[in-house]
């Protein structure tokens, strides 16, 4: 039989030269994570390591290593430029707005205006609302990656985070993924369930992604997922059902939120991470946006809003007129409150039928809806919202007021946000002083009823 025939057995092929010669692969990972990650110099290192008896070679040794670690796929080089937008933090300011506003922290960010990036195509390369609104993804990149930084100092050992949905917690949460503390036992919940499609798609020159709590709690889990006892906690269901018993079905079958402010087997988070958003037609928010895309894309959104389109169309119709959009914190709805500045615009009357109105459509959906409750939130010990801008002022002084005007109906205490909001929110504060005792009776009477329970049963 030929030599060459497939049927043949051939002896092993020898191995020619001299063969590599392995790494221990935690001693290879230890020498990486020390120079990329701590910048720790190969002399360093060297030293470090015979100090613990372990002998290496010279820079160069170090440096092939490094390189065939990248080759293998140990080191993973990822480049993001949203990380690196960041503003200054205005230290006086944080503590009067703290002061002022009775939270425990305040972080007040002074925000460069977007325009002034002017070879940022990201940000110039838009008109209109698109250009307002591309403005405000920037002025939350910038906010989000200040509250990750803070929140990555703040995290412990066998915290329990629970995680909203939005673009400003989920960059929060990939911005303690680039450096995630060393922790061990933490357990990450998600506060709602999905408004969003689980598909991604390109539209124009942005990808549009799921930020729905699911998503960002699967983000914190990753960054944290190679220490010991990390777990986390999704619901995996659309936000909106068809009426409140199913809601309250899904809860008690698939969340760690269960009906009336309790928690699965009393394992409540200790820190929640919480956007404020605005269901303003013209914010961007996700339960009122014209999506672009295929008919496949309209359609996947179309599943997640038929059941409740006609009532949020009809919120939205009840505040049009005078601008007082509703906000959410978690995709949980309230009525926001006119500034006091602006209160003697219109007669108490008319704000009376308005809230009256509003009130009753917002509790209808929130009844049908897969989030937390308000006493959820207010039972976790630490609650950083991450927010600022035009179009969360009213939002964030309702909010606020409520926690100023009662303990019981304090929602957050840790704000992150910008200077001109910061001043504004002041400015607010301020106004309200300057009030007649009725109209201030006014504000305290109403704001106890946008923050209330569900009825009992």
């Known amino acids: 039989m030929s030599p060459n025939s497939p049927t043949t057995e051939r002896s092993a092929p020898r191995r020619r030269g001299r063969q590599k010669k392995l790494i221990d692969p935690k001693l290879l990972t230890y020498i990486c994570g020390a120079h990329l990650g701590d910048g720790r110099t190969y002399g360093e290192i060297r030293k470090e390591l015979r100090s613990r008896g372990i002998e290496t070679g010279d820079d160069s040794w170090f440096a092939k290593l490094l390189k065939n670690a990248r080759k293998d796929g140990l080191i993973f080089l990822d480049l993001d430029e949203t990380f690196v937008h960041r503003g200054d933090e205005l230290q006086r300011d944080g503590q009067d707005l703290r002061n002022r506003f009775n939270l425990d922290h305040a972080v007040v960010v002074h925000i460069a205006e977007p325009a002034k990036f002017a070879n940022d195509s990201s940000l110039t390369d838009t008109s209109g609302d698109e250009s307002v609104m591309r403005g405000d993804d920037y002025l939350h990149t910038v906010l989000a990656n200040h509250a990750g930084k803070l929140l990555s100092g703040q995290l412990n050992a066998g915290d329990h985070c629970a995680v909203a949905g939005g673009r ?29 499609s689980h598909k991604w798609w390109r539209s124009g020159s942005n990808t549009m992604r799921p930020l729905d709590p699911d998503d960002s709690a699967f983000i914190l889990f990753m960054a944290l997922e190679n220490q010991p006892g990390t777990m986390f906690d999704q619901v995996g269901h659309r936000v909106f059902t068809d009426s409140r018993e199913e809601a309250a079905a899904v809860m008690e079958e698939h969340c760690m939120f269960q009906p009336g402010g309790k928690w699965y087997q009393r394992k409540q988070p200790n820190r929640a991470i919480v956007g404020v958003g605005v269901v303003d037609p013209s914010s961007g928010h996700r339960a009122v946006r014209k999506y672009e895309g295929s008919g496949l894309v309209k359609d996947l959104m179309n599943r997640h809003l038929a059941r409740v389109k006609n009532e949020l169309e009809e919120a939205i119709a009840t505040v049009r007129e005078s601008e007082l959009y509703f906000g959410d914190v978690a995709n949980r709805y309230f009525p926001t409150l006119p500034l006091p500045q602006e209160f003697h615009e219109r007669s108490v009357e008319y704000y009376d039928h308005l809230y009256g109105k509003l009130n009753k459509q917002l509790l209808n959906l929130n009844e049908r809806m897969v989030v937390v409750e308000w006493a959820h939130i207010r039972g976790i010990r630490s609650v950083t919202a991450i927010a600022g801008g035009s179009f969360k002022l009213r939002a964030l002084w309702t909010i606020l007021f409520a926690g100023l005007n009662s303990k019981s109906l304090r929602l957050i205490n840790t704000l992150v946000t910008d200077s001109a909001t910061a001043y504004d929110l002041n400015t607010a504060l301020n106004a309200y002083h300057g009030l007649d005792a009725s109209a201030k009776a006014w504000y305290e009477k109403l704001v106890r009823t946008f923050f209330q329970g569900p009825p009992r049963t």
């Open 168 to 196: 400003a917690v989920n960059q929060a949460v990939r911005m303690i993924r680039r450096a995630p503390p060393p922790l061990r036992d933490i357990m990450v919940t998600s506060l709602g369930g999905r408004l969003w």
